[in-house]
C-alpha cells in the first residue's frame, strides 16, 4: 500500500515525516537493519544474521507497495531515516483475512521522543481503512517501554510465549503476545 508522505510532531515538536516505503529506500533499510541489530536485543534478528542482499530489500518494498493489505510506514526526521512500522496480514484465507500483524523499530536515538506512538497511530489506522479488524504483535517480555507504548494504545495482553527468542550466548527470552481490536 502506498501511503502519505504526511508530516506529523514528535514530542519535542520535531517535524517527522511518513510515508510508505519506496525501491529507493532499500539500501538505507539494509543498513537499518544491520544498525538496529546491534543496538538492541528486542528484534528478531542477530547482528549476523542482519545481511540482507539489496535486491532482496528492494522485492519486499515493491510487494508491499502493490499489496493493497501491507503498509511500510518509513519516518524521517531532517531527511533522516528513523524508524519503520510496518502491518502485514495473518493471512489469505477468510477465517484469519481480518487480522493483521504490527512491526515497529527505531533507532536507539529516537526512542522515548513520541515518534513510535504517531507511527502506530498512523499504521492503526491505515490497518483500519484496509478492512482490518484485529490488530496483533510480540513484544519481547523485557521491553517494558514498549509494552508501555503498545498498552497506552489499546492493546492488551493474551498470551506468554516462552523461550520465544533464543540469543546466540544461549539465553531466552519470552515473548508477550498482545492484540487489540481496531
Known amino acids: 500500500m502506498?501511503?502519505?508522505?504526511?508530516?506529523?510532531?514528535d514530542r519535542q515538536n520535531r517535524d517527522i515525516l511518513l510515508r510508505s516505503a519506496e525501491v529507493?529506500?532499500?539500501?538505507?533499510?539494509?543498513?537499518?537493519?544491520?544498525?538496529?541489530?546491534?543496538?538492541?536485543?528486542?528484534?528478531?534478528r542477530e547482528p549476523?544474521?542482519?545481511?540482507?542482499?539489496?535486491?532482496?530489500?528492494e522485492s519486499f518494498i515493491r510487494w508491499n507497495l502493490e499489496s493493497p493489505k501491507d503498509l511500510?510506514?518509513?519516518?524521517?526526521?531532517?531527511?533522516?531515516?528513523?524508524?519503520?512500522?510496518?502491518?502485514?496480514?495473518?493471512?489469505?484465507?477468510?477465517?484469519?483475512s481480518h487480522r493483521c500483524e504490527l512491526?515497529?523499530?527505531l533507532y536507539q536515538r529516537y526512542c522515548g521522543c513520541g515518534i513510535g506512538s504517531v507511527m502506530l497511530e498512523t499504521v492503526?489506522?491505515?490497518?483500519?481503512?484496509?478492512?482490518y479488524e484485529q490488530a496483533e504483535l510480540e513484544v519481547v517480555s523485557d521491553n517494558r517501554n514498549a509494552v508501555l507504548l503498545y498498552e497506552?494504545?489499546?492493546?492488551?495482553?493474551?498470551?506468554?510465549?516462552?523461550?520465544?527468542?533464543r540469543y546466540s550466548d544461549g539465553?531466552?527470552?519470552?515473548?508477550?503476545?498482545?492484540?487489540?481490536?481496531?
Open 2 to 9: 502506498r501511503f502519505g508522505p504526511i508530516i506529523v510532531k
Open 24 to 44: 529507493e529506500d532499500a539500501a538505507i533499510l539494509v543498513e537499518y537493519l544491520k544498525k538496529t541489530a546491534t543496538e538492541t536485543s528486542f528484534l528478531l
Open 48 to 57: 549476523d544474521e542482519a545481511e540482507v542482499p539489496l535486491e532482496k530489500e
Open 72 to 96: 511500510l510506514l518509513l519516518a524521517f526526521h531532517d531527511g533522516q531515516h528513523v524508524g519503520n512500522c510496518s502491518v502485514s496480514g495473518k493471512g489469505a484465507l477468510r477465517r484469519v
Open 103 to 105: 512491526g515497529i523499530a
Open 124 to 131: 492503526l489506522e491505515a490497518a483500519r481503512s484496509m478492512g
Open 152 to 165: 497506552k494504545h489499546g492493546f492488551v495482553k493474551c498470551g506468554l510465549v516462552p523461550n520465544s527468542m
Open 171 to 182: 539465553t531466552y527470552a519470552d515473548a508477550i503476545l498482545m492484540v487489540k481490536r481496531l
